[in-house]
């Protein structure tokens, strides 16, 4: 058994499906290993203010199936400077918190990071966005959900790649297409794009879908509240492990362990194999 004796679990960044399955197995895990658990609300916001208190096992019954958060999320700029992570700190310190569960992306775990090392406050993060494009892990909490509605890790295409393609289908008499535009999107995101379409095709009826935040909402499917469930007893035994400055990931079906240092500089991008599929199947 490790030193520690209580962890904090907090949800930061954009919300996930699974992220409530997420805290559900971390809080119960924490309780059958003898560690108190507390939740910080509204991320790392909440640790700087405070808003933090200790869960027992019937604060997250019945919360496996709701989307979102119990504990809400929030981006924190103030938590970049050191001045915010002190405030954070002399929270934990406050509360009796000695270890933390960060559910959240890449972002998430930068700040974790340097907190840890700042304070030597064994962090373990857990995967959670609808984007899958984090480096060590096949699957990301809530990424099976969104992908019953729509998403996929970014790729870079040129316009001109696009109307090329668009221009085949017409060849062959295509009906219909679907264009998929990331958000962020240097062209301009979808609104520039569907101009440019218009220009180019005076014939198509363009039209315009922007899914937003329909993505991250819904209950979570089976194997996100799996995935959020086995993850998050894994992050505690990590704890246990002595293990800070790591993720918790699945790769093969098996348990890994990633270092916040490699999840922060690298991403896993779209498997071109599986994008030249778009092609096969455009014929």
């Avoid at 220009?199 to 996100?224: M, N, W």
């Amino acid at each position: 058994m490790a030193k520690i004796k209580s962890v904090g679990v907090l949800t930061s960044g954009g919300d996930s499906p699974g992220m409530n399955a997420a805290v559900r197995a971390v809080v119960r895990a924490a309780i059958y290993h003898g560690l108190v658990p507390f939740g910080i609300r509204h991320g790392y916001f909440g640790m700087m203010t405070g808003q933090i208190r200790e869960l027992k096992s019937q604060h997250v019954s019945g919360i496996i199936q709701q989307g979102g958060t119990i504990l809400k999320t929030a981006r924190c700029e103030e938590f970049k400077t050191v001045e915010g992570r002190k405030m954070a700190y002399d929270q934990l310190k406050k509360h009796g918190i000695d270890s933390l569960v960060i559910i959240g992306g890449d972002g998430s775990f930068r700040g974790a990071g340097l907190f840890s090392v700042e304070f030597d406050i064994p962090c373990v993060g857990m995967p959670g966005t609808i984007d899958n494009d984090i480096f060590g892990t096949d699957y990301t909490i809530g990424y099976d959900t969104a992908l019953n509605t729509v998403v996929i890790p970014e790729a870079a295409t040129e316009p001109k790649k696009l109307k090329s393609f668009l221009e085949e289908g017409n060849k062959r008499k295509k009906t219909s297409n679907i264009i998929i535009v990331a958000e962020g999107d240097e062209e301009g995101g979808a609104y520039a794009i569907a101009n440019k379409v218009k220009e180019d095709f005076k014939d198509y009826d363009v039209r315009i879908t922007i899914l937003g935040h329909i993505q991250r909402g819904g209950s979570p499917t089976a194997f996100d509240r799996y995935l959020a469930t086995r993850l998050g007893v894994a992050a505690i035994e990590a704890l246990l492990e002595d293990q800070k400055s790591i993720m918790v990931g699945l790769i093969n079906n098996e348990v890994v362990y990633t270092p916040f240092a490699k999840t922060i500089k690298q991403h896993q991008m779209a498997n071109p194999k599986l994008l030249e599929l778009v092609n096969i199947l455009n014929v």
